[in-house]
């Protein structure tokens, strides 16, 4: 390799291997830092609540306290943020809110005061809030991210999921979990766009136009590799919807689209794939490959027996595209006819 000289010193290898380490220690030390100041932030904010709580229960302090130490913070600290009296209500609420569920109590620390604030205004039960909690932590959720996975109902989604796959009976124990865990029941797409029945590659198209929003809504961990993948063995070419690889699984997962309802010939095709990829595509040291078939609709008897003699890891999910109106509130709304005559008075 041919050296690049700067300042006298030799742009090598070596050189780039130290550049690439020392910039991943510092990377490392900033995410370290940027945790360790979230975590004494909520710690002060949670002792701020608890001791506002305390005074108001021990002296009988009204609400006027509240008003009170935050007019006098904000003048004692010139410029300092975060203590209005609005906030200061709002950490009140946090620990009381928190103060009984001690393992509730752990996992706030690990992510920002505005996520914790949006899951409190959000949410009640306390298993919504924990789901909610540890994904925002696994996931990496940014605060606009949590918001639409909550409107999404992302954690009833969780809950109901009945999962159709046939992963326990061809990948070892430990592997079969995993990849449980990032399969979904049912993938919610309505952020497409899509509103009418349309074609797969309609389908696929608009999902690579919006591959960031895919990716959020798949989980962590995935990597687009490409659409229309394409395996080239002894003058044949074999395509692949959408290609995608799991770091934590260390596997490529392949989804194939289907606009219509499961039928069972789509799993020996996905099987077919697999071996494709497994043969000739994956890398010395990776996992099996995963195969998720996105159908708009599946029955699970077909599914169970389709699966049956499968012998590579494959999976069927739904997909949505437009959030249905749950059965009892449908009656509630005006119809369009009504609507009509309303604005014009007949």
């Not at 620390?109 to 914790?116: C, L, S």
């Not at 449980?180 to 029945?197: A, C, R, S, V």
């Not at 990716?215 to 990597?223: R, S």
Request: glycine residues 6%; charged residues 30%; positive net charge.
């Amino acid at each position: 390799m041919k050296s690049e000289h700067v300042n006298g010193l030799s742009k090598d290898n070596e050189y780039i291997n130290f550049l690439k380490a020392i910039k991943a220690e510092i990377q490392s030390a900033r995410i370290l830092t940027a945790k360790t100041v979230n975590k004494e932030l909520i710690l002060l904010y949670w002792n701020i609540g608890k001791s506002i709580v305390k005074k108001q229960e021990k002296f009988g302090w009204g609400k006027s306290v509240v008003e009170q130490l935050s007019k006098d913070i904000r003048q004692e600290f010139d410029g300092i943020t975060g203590y209005s009296a609005r906030n200061l209500w709002d950490m009140k609420r946090f620990y009381e809110q928190y103060k009984d569920n001690p393992k509730l109590r752990q996992l706030v620390a690990e992510i920002p005061w505005g996520h914790n604030l949006l899951i409190i205004n959000k949410l009640k039960q306390e298993d919504a809030r924990a789901y909610y909690l540890k994904a925002s932590k696994g996931y990496g959720w940014s605060r606009n991210v949590l918001l639409n996975q909550i409107k999404a109902d992302a954690y009833i989604r969780h809950k109901l999921s009945d999962k159709q796959h046939n992963f326990d009976k061809v990948l070892p124990g430990h592997l079969a979990e995993q990849a449980d865990e990032i399969m979904k029941d049912n993938y919610m797409l309505d952020f497409l766009g899509i509103t009418t029945p349309v074609l797969e590659r309609e389908l696929e198209n608009r999902m690579v136009e919006k591959i960031r929003d895919v990716i959020i809504e798949l989980g962590q961990g995935f990597a687009f590799i490409g659409n229309q993948y394409q395996i080239r063995v002894e003058h044949r070419k074999y395509f692949i919807d959408l290609l995608f690889y799991h770091r934590k699984l260390k596997c490529l997962v392949a989804f194939e689209l289907k606009a219509g309802k499961f039928k069972p010939e789509y799993a020996g095709k996905m099987n077919f794939y697999l071996n494709l990829l497994d043969d000739f595509v994956r890398e010395s040291g990776e996992m099996p490959s995963i195969g998720i078939i996105l159908c708009a609709e599946k029955d699970n008897f077909e599914i169970e027996y389709s699966l049956r003699e499968i012998t590579r890891p494959v999976g069927v999910s739904e997909y949505q595209l437009t959030r249905k109106l749950p059965e009892k509130f449908r009656n509630c709304l005006p119809t369009a006819k009504d609507i009509k005559n309303k604005i014009f008075g007949k």
